[in-house]
C-alpha cells in the first residue's frame, strides 16, 4: 500500500496544500507548531475514521472558515483508491470513496491502512487500560471491519444496560427481566469479540517477541497475552466463552445494581505484557517500557502484512526526538521496503539518507 498524495483545505492551520510522497520514505520537518502533525491527522483520519488528537471534528477546521477537507490518493493490492473527507461546522462529518458519498463511515475502515506511532504511544506500557484496549481495537478494526460493527453493537448494549441497572427501581422483576436480555446479548458479544481479540494478540506476541530479540539481542524475552474477565485458557469456542460470561451477569447481577454499572464484560480487557516473566508495569524500566511499545508498533505492522499481503503505510510523528540514539537507529534499520512518513524537527537526522524532504511552515509546503 502507497500513497501518492494528499490534499488539505481549511485543515487545521493548512489553508490549501498538496504533497506529493514518494514510495519510500518521506521526511516533514519544520519548527514546532508549524502544520507537520496536521497532515498526518489529515491522513490518519481515513485509517480509523476519526482524529487521532481532537476529541471533536470542528477541531479540524481552520479558525473562520466553515468547513475542512481531506483528500488521499494510494493504492493498494486491488488498484489506485481515492478517499475524501469533508468536515463541517454544520453538519455531519461525510466520507467519499472514488467521489461517492458512503453512508457510514465504517465503510471505508480497512480501505487504506495505517500503522501510527507517536509520543504518546511510548507510554503504552504503563498507562491504564484503555489506552490498550484502543490499540487492539484500532489495530483490528483496520484487518476486519465487521468488527467495528461488533463494537459499536456491545457500546449501545452496554449504554443502555447501564440504563437500567442505574433505575430505582432495578429491583422490579420486569427490569430484572430486561437485564437478561441484555446480558444475552453481551455475553454472546463479549465471547465474539474475545474471540478477535485473542487471535490478533497471539501474532502480536510472536512478533513482539521478535523485534524484542532484535533490539536486546535475545536477552530479555517479553510475553504478551490476553487480560480478560474470564479465563481463555481452558475455554477456546465460542459458546463457553458466551456462557461464562452469561454466568458472570447472573451472579452479580445484585452487585451490578449497587454499582449502576455493567462490572464485566470485553469493555475491562486488558493486555498483559511482561518481560521474563514480571509485570513490565511495574518492573520494567522506562528503556525497557519504550523498547516494547516500539516493539507493539513494529508487530502491528507485520500483522497487517500478513493479513493482508502488503505493508500498511507507516506514519511517525516526532518520535525520533523521544528516542535514545539505540532505538532511534532501530527505526531508522527498520523502514526499508516500507513508505514511511516522518514528522522531524531535526532534519540533520537523516542527512546521509535518500528521502523525500518536506518542509512545512506555517501550513504551507516551503
Known sequence: MKIKSTELISFRNIESEAIEFSD???????????????????????????????????????????????????????????????ISQSKPKAFYRNNVRVSRTSEIIGEFRAVLFCPSHLGIISDSPSVRRSFLDVAISQLKPNYIRLLAKYNNYIMNRNAVLKREE???????????????????????????????????????????KDMTDGKEIPTVTYDANHS?????????????????????????????????????????????????????????????????????????????????????DDVLSELDERRKQYILSSIDNKQVIITTCEPSVFDSYNENMIRIKEGRRI
Not at 46 to 69: H, V
Not at 186 to 212: C, G, H, M, N, Q
Not at 258 to 271: A, E, R
Request: charged content about 30%; some cysteine; glycine content about 8%.
Open 24 to 86: 519510500g520514505v518521506n521526511v516533514i520537518y519544520g519548527d514546532n507548531a508549524q502544520g507537520k502533525t496536521n497532515i498526518l491527522e489529515g491522513i490518519y483520519i481515513f485509517a480509523r475514521g476519526r482524529s487521532f488528537r481532537a476529541s471533536k471534528d470542528k477541531e479540524l477546521i481552520k479558525f473562520g472558515s466553515q468547513s475542512a477537507y481531506s483528500l488521499l490518493k494510494f493504492e493498494n493490492s486491488s488498484g489506485p483508491v481515492t478517499l475524501g473527507v469533508e
Open 170 to 212: 432495578s429491583e422490579e422483576s420486569n427490569i430484572k427481566q430486561l437485564l437478561d436480555v441484555y446480558s444475552e446479548e453481551l455475553s454472546s458479544l463479549s465471547a465474539e469479540i474475545s474471540i478477535i481479540r485473542d487471535e490478533y494478540i497471539r501474532r502480536l506476541d510472536y512478533w513482539v517477541k521478535e523485534f524484542f
Open 232 to 316: 481463555l485458557k481452558d475455554s477456546r469456542s465460542k459458546e463457553e466463552i458466551r456462557e461464562k460470561y452469561l454466568s458472570l451477569y447472573c451472579s452479580s447481577r445484585e452487585r451490578e445494581i449497587k454499582y449502576g454499572s455493567t462490572l464485566y464484560g470485553i469493555h475491562k480487557d486488558d493486555l498483559k505484557i511482561d518481560i521474563n516473566g514480571r509485570d513490565s508495569r511495574l518492573y520494567a524500566s522506562q528503556g525497557q517500557q519504550r523498547s516494547l511499545a516500539l516493539a507493539m508498533k513494529m508487530a502491528e505492522g507485520e500483522i497487517s502484512r500478513e493479513y493482508t499481503g502488503e505493508y500498511p503505510v507507516f506514519l511517525l
